[in-house]
């Protein structure tokens, strides 16, 4: 009986005060009924390592002891599919990011690429304890505040998609969130990604002044973006809205093109190099950005006529007759 008291000691010390008595008394009823079958069976009483082996098979004490607790959670079950989601998108923000900074920094900054890259995975582990710890805090807030009841308690069955409606997947969806947003905070100049773009053997890239012309109306356009690819991934019934801010940030981003398009330059190469050099660079580079005008162009009216498509084909589904 040593060891079974010494195992229901253990498990007292982590119960409530207030209940353990009943809780040990139901556990010891158990493990003496538990004990006398076995006895039954062997037809003799058991030693101690038998009965060692029967509180083994019981559980440890700690796991005893949870199942009589009221369970706590930092993140509950009902928000965590909303915080893995969340993980994602700063996981690929921080990719994206990163990924980026490092990029530049080879291309344009002259610098080493495995240094680059061990810089970069360096930034992105310890970016990512800030940003995990600043999700967990934020969902830890929503926790206590009711937000999964409250919102699974609006969820609608009715907002679905439809089965054969093609749906982004997760990582995917995460990923143009990420670009998207990362996007906007570098163009709003909340991100490092140099405007001039260093010096890379005596060369420096400058922006034309048509980029200042179009930052209001390109910012606009990238928010409405960033809107329409949440939507599609979190709101997929919500074709009307989609086939507006499709066909709404195509028509703009389409005449944003226009106006782009027509500056004829928009990067002006300078520097210490030779002026056949600098021409040389300038031309295939102004030559690059008019056909990347006309690709992103190409895309967006692709983009807009297949959800016109996808919304002129919808039928909205039969009701049954009286």
């Known amino acids: 009986m040593d060891l079974i008291d010494r195992y229901l000691a253990a498990i007292a010390r982590r119960l409530p005060a207030d209940k353990a008595e009943d809780i040990i008394a139901e556990i010891r009823d158990d493990l003496l009924t538990r004990q006398e079958a076995r006895e039954e069976a062997l037809d003799r009483p058991l030693d101690k390592s038998e009965v060692a082996a029967l509180v083994k098979d019981m559980g440890h004490p700690l796991i005893i002891a949870s199942r009589y607790r009221p369970r706590q959670y930092l993140i509950g079950p009902d928000a ?25 920094g ?75 947003g ?4 570098w163009w709003c100049g909340l991100v490092p990604f140099p405007t001039y773009y260093g010096n890379v ?19 606009a356009l990238m928010v409405a973006r960033l809107i329409y690819t ?10 009307a809205v989609r ?20 500056a004829g330059h928009w990067l002006t190469a300078s520097g210490t190099i030779t002026h056949g050099d600098i021409a040389a660079i300038d031309r295939s580079v102004n030559l690059a950005i008019h056909w990347a005008i006309v690709v992103v162009g190409a895309i967006w009216v692709w983009q807009c006529l297949q959800e016109l498509w996808l919304l002129a084909t919808s039928r909205p589904p039969m009701k049954p007759a009286a």
């Open 80 to 104: 965590f599919p909303f915080f893995v989601m969340a993980l994602r998108i700063v996981a690929m923000f921080l990719v994206v990011v990163f990924a980026i900074d490092a990029a530049s």
């Open 230 to 239: 949440i939507v599609q991934w979190l709101r997929p019934r919500w074709k």
């Open 243 to 262: 086939a507006v801010l499709s066909v709404g940030t195509a028509a703009g981003g389409l005449a944003l093109c226009g106006v782009i398009y027509r």
């Open 182 to 185: 990362y996007f906007i905070l």
């Open 106 to 180: 080879v291309v344009f900054g002259h610098v080493d690429p495995i240094r680059a890259i061990a810089r970069a995975c360096t930034d992105i582990l310890s970016s990512a304890m800030l940003g995990f710890g600043t999700v967990v805090a934020i969902f830890y807030a929503l926790e206590r505040g009711g937000f999964p009841a409250d919102y699974l308690a609006k969820w609608r069955p009715q907002e679905l998609p439809e089965v054969k409606d093609k749906q982004p997947s997760t990582w995917g969806s995460a990923f143009e969130v990420a670009i998207g």
């Open 201 to 219: 053997k005596g060369l420096v890239l400058t922006p034309d002044p048509v980029w200042a012309s179009v930052w209001w109306p390109v910012c």
